[in-house]
């Protein structure tokens, strides 16, 4: 019998990357980086290398890629969502099945605030995204609470978007590791069921621009606000996830101080 109280090793670690964790050491091994943020660190760290690899040696890597444009002339007081979108580098990485070993033992180069962020965002997505009974850990009916939480967690005034006129409802949230520390994570839903996530951390990226992440059939939006980076998740339709991601950058970048 696997013994789910006994510490988490790194071939757990690896295995969990790779998918291939026994079914009884999922829970373990979820608390066990809900608790241990440098091993939770070091996950997201190989799954953003394998990310890398594969974009660029995988088999779709013919696929022709926009040239990298540079927001540095943007200040962040002037700058507007539509103007970072019309500058964003819109680069799409189909991401196969995780291979944490290449990830490990590959020279390829550091992964970028970005790589690891939407990396973790998206994991996150996947995860909860299809709870039905648990989808968040605080609920909506507790917002101010939920507001009040996570800002102090996280050691920032954070903000939760009313989506309301772009048709989605809150469902809640939940404190989750990230890369740098503490993330906070919100959920929204549409009228028809479908959900899109909020994921947001400290950072201290120099870089602000717009990304985005097309990953089958998630995509993600992210950028850096305030030294707070942003991800906004969801199903792979870049219209309808960029309508969320402007309604959500505008009254984060507009608000003083968050309001729960």
Not at 66 to 71: A, D, W, Y
Not at 118 to 146: D, F, M, Q
Request: aromatic share 10%; glycine share 8%; with cysteine.
């Amino acid at each position: 019998m696997t013994d789910n109280h006994s510490p988490i090793t790194p071939d757990e670690l690896h295995a969990y990357v790779d998918g291939e964790l026994p079914a009884d050491r999922q829970e373990a091994l979820t608390a066990w980086l809900a608790s241990h943020p440098e091993d939770a660190a070091l996950v997201t760290a190989w799954r953003a290398q394998a990310d890398a690899i594969r974009a660029r040696y995988g088999s779709i890597a013919q696929e022709s890629v926009p040239e990298r444009l540079k927001l540095e002339q943007l200040t962040r007081r002037g700058r507007s969502f539509a103007a970072m979108a019309a500058a964003a580098v819109i680069a799409a990485f189909f991401v196969g099945g995780a291979t944490g070993w290449m990830a490990h033992g590959a020279s390829a180069a550091q992964p970028s605030g970005f790589d690891r962020f939407t990396a973790e965002a998206i994991e996150a997505y996947k995860v909860y995204v299809v709870e039905v009974r648990h989808p968040v850990e605080v609920s909506a009916n507790e917002r101010v609470h939920l507001g009040q939480w996570l800002s102090k967690r996280l050691g920032k005034q954070l903000v939760i978007p009313n989506l309301e006129k772009v048709g989605l409802k809150l469902v809640g949230g939940r404190l989750l590791p990230g890369p740098t520390g503490a993330a906070a994570f919100y959920m929204y839903e549409g009228p028809s069921g479908e959900r899109f996530t909020m994921y947001c951390a400290p950072s201290n990226s120099p870089e602000t621009a717009l990304r985005f992440k097309d990953d089958q059939h998630v995509a993600a939006f992210y950028w850096v606000d305030k030294n707070v980076a942003f991800v906004v998740s969801g199903p792979s339709d870049r219209d309808r996830l960029k309508a969320i991601s402007e309604a959500i950058y505008e009254q984060v970048d507009k608000s003083g101080d968050a309001k729960g």
